[in-house]
C-alpha cells in the first residue's frame, strides 16, 4: 500500500508517441495549462536529479512561462494532507491515508509555484474534475482545450483527460512534461489516450505550434 519507490527511465520522444484517433491541434485562444499534483508527497518516490523527474519539471516550467506570458490560464492540482477517511473513501483502500498536513507532503515543487494569477484547486479523486470548479473556470474564459502535464501519467493524467472529454473538452498530453511509475506505465497512458480521448504531443512541438 502505497507509493512505490520509481526507478529512473527515459522520457517519450516525439518519435515514440501513438498516432491519435483524434484531428485536434492546441489553439492559444482555447487552451488552459494543467499542472497535475506535482507536490512534494508524490515526487518523493522518485529520483530528483535524474529522468524522468527532472526533465518533466522542466518542461513543465517551459510550457508555464509560454502560457503566463500569452494569458493563457493556468489551473494546478493539489490535494490537503489529514483527510478524513471519509472523505478519503476507496483511494484509502488502494493507496493508504496518504498525505500529512506538512509542507513536505503539501507543498508544490519550487521550480513549479503557481503565481498569484495561476489558480489552484483542491484534488479530491484521480480526475482533476472531481467536486472542483475546474470546468466552470474554463468555460467562463471560454477554453474548451485542456493540456495537462504533472503525475502520475496512467493514473490521474489519464482520468483527468477521459473526463475532459466527456465533458466536450479536447485534452491533450504533454508526453515529456508527464512522469509515472515506469515507462511502460507512461507509454500505456500515452496509448490509451491517443486511442480514445485525446492528443499526446512534445514540449518542443506543442511549443511550436503554439507560437
Given at each position: ?18 498516432e ?81 498536513a ?59 483527460a ?13 508526453a ?5 511509475f ?30
Amino acid at each position: 500500500m502505497g507509493l512505490p519507490t520509481i526507478p529512473a527511465y527515459t522520457l517519450p520522444g516525439r518519435e515514440d508517441l501513438p498516432e491519435p484517433r483524434a484531428p485536434w491541434q492546441p489553439q492559444s485562444q482555447r487552451l488552459a495549462l494543467l499542472v497535475h499534483d506535482m507536490q512534494r508527497y508524490f515526487l518523493a518516490a522518485y529520483q530528483a536529479d535524474s529522468a524522468p523527474l527532472a526533465p518533466a519539471i522542466a518542461n513543465i516550467a517551459r510550457l508555464l512561462l509560454h502560457c503566463r506570458e500569452r494569458d493563457i490560464p493556468v489551473f494546478y492540482t493539489a490535494q490537503q494532507g489529514n483527510q478524513d477517511r471519509r472523505d478519503r473513501g476507496l483511494q484509502a483502500d488502494l493507496w493508504g491515508p496518504g498525505m500529512q498536513a506538512i509542507d513536505q507532503h503539501e507543498a508544490i515543487v519550487a521550480e513549479l509555484a503557481p503565481s498569484p494569477d495561476d489558480q489552484v484547486l483542491v484534488k479530491h479523486r484521480y480526475s482533476a474534475f472531481q467536486r472542483s470548479n475546474l470546468e466552470t473556470l474554463m468555460r467562463v474564459r471560454q477554453r474548451d482545450q485542456l493540456l495537462i502535464t504533472g503525475v502520475y501519467a496512467h493514473i490521474g493524467c489519464t482520468a483527468t483527460a477521459v473526463e475532459a472529454f466527456q465533458r466536450d473538452i479536447e485534452p491533450f498530453l504533454a508526453a515529456d512534461a508527464l512522469a509515472d511509475f515506469s515507462r511502460a506505465d507512461h507509454d500505456q497512458a500515452l496509448r490509451w489516450v491517443a486511442r480514445t480521448c485525446g492528443v499526446s504531443m512534445t514540449t518542443d512541438d506543442l511549443l511550436e505550434i503554439l507560437q
